[in-house]
């Protein structure tokens, strides 16, 4: 469950590179994890915060390395195929902005937001759980106390059956 928890808060950071990337193109005025924390801080939701941005940060990084440690526990140390990662990604996605940040009064449902901006979040969720798989696969490469924080010297990435095409035997 660590090298979830860590796989979790790498691309947790991948997907604040995205998050940042979409409102440089003008998809989010603010991102979603300052639009909880203005709802769930004391005070009006339409004002600024002491500490929301800090508090938001640490609590993005906190949810997504949960995530993160619930995909560990499901593979058990096992690889996580890229795929599998992905869906996880889009259903981390559905979940919050279908379900739980519409309920707390954070944004409107998927069906009824800007699809500009779902599709930034959708597709940001898709590279957090493809980078959630990479970072597990290649912290989990190798066993050891101090080995699954950094991959090991010599580590040969193993390629994923799913994406990349096998060779086939000569007839």
């Known amino acids: 469950m660590v090298n979830g928890a860590v796989g979790g808060a790498i691309a947790t950071g991948v997907y604040s590179a995205v998050l940042m990337a979409g409102k440089r193109a003008g998809l989010l005025d603010h991102p979603p994890p300052k639009k909880v924390m203005r709802i ?44 599998i990662g992905a869906a996880y990604g889009l259903a981390l996605w559905y979940a919050g902005f279908q379900h739980w940040t519409p309920r707390i009064g954070a944004l409107p449902p998927v069906s009824h937001d800007d699809p500009r901006r779902q599709a930034l979040l959708a597709l940001g969720h898709v590279v957090y759980g493809v980078s959630l798989a990479l970072s597990m696969n290649m912290l989990s490469a190798r066993k050891g106390p101090a080995a699954r924080i950094s991959p090991a010297e010599g580590y040969e990435y193993q390629r994923s059956k799913f994406l990349t095409p096998q060779p086939q035997p000569a007839r």
Do not use: C, D, M, W
């Not at 004002?47 to 800090?54: I, Q, V």
């Open 40 to 83: 769930l801080l004391p005070g009006s939701r339409h004002r600024p915060k002491p500490g929301e941005n800090a508090f938001a940060t640490i609590a993005h990084f906190a949810y997504g390395s949960s995530a993160g440690a619930v995909l560990a526990s499901l593979f058990r140390g096992q690889q996580v195929p890229l795929p």
